[in-house]
């Protein structure tokens, strides 16, 4: 079947030429030889598209599960306590909430948003218990002399070996005023 079709599409791709060349010489002024083209074109499409669908099987459904899959872990959400915007002031509290957190401490760094970040603030927050849905920890700007775009980094501190390493979890843009 396959063959025969082969030798169809030959057939038809010869055709098309010699029809091509009878609209070159003509100089595309034959309505003939341009509704002739036209209609090769087409039966080569529809011949290759039938071709292309009948010799494929459709793909398989996919898996049912019984089960919903894991919320994601460590979804940071950073709200400032008192009103809805990103502009704080010193002394302002921040709001940090972790869902379905899997460290048992986190670093809250806040950098200056320039080319050259430099850490403005750094506070580490432990759990109370392993067990939490959601953990929560206020962050207070403390006193600083800078003034301007800053950004809000939580990492999750991972401890091996006597040695702490941050894995990065969220971060949030704010404004110090």
């Known amino acids: ?13 010869a055709a098309f030429a010699a029809v091509s060349l009878w609209v070159f010489f003509s100089r595309g002024k034959s309505a003939k030889a341009i509704r002739a083209k036209y209609r090769l074109g087409g039966a080569m499409i529809a011949a290759w598209t039938l071709l292309s669908a009948s010799g494929h099987t459709p793909p398989p459904p996919p898996e049912v599960t019984c089960y919903e899959p894991p919320a994601p872990s460590n979804e940071v959400n950073i709200l400032p306590k008192h009103g809805s915007g990103c502009q704080l002031h010193v002394g302002d509290t921040l709001i940090v909430r972790v869902y379905d957190p899997t460290y048992e401490k986190f670093r809250v760094n806040v950098f200056s948003a320039e080319e050259d970040p430099k850490l403005i603030q750094s506070s580490l927050f432990e759990l109370e218990s392993k067990n939490l849905s959601v953990a929560n920890f206020d962050l207070t700007i403390e006193e600083t002399s800078f003034k301007g775009d800053a950004l809000v980094e939580i990492s999750g501190v991972k401890e091996e070996d006597e040695e702490e390493t941050d894995n990065f979890v969220g971060s949030r843009s704010i404004s110090i005023l």
Do not use: D, E, H, V
């Open 1 to 13: 079947m396959r063959t025969k079709a082969l030798f169809l599409y030959i057939a038809l791709g």
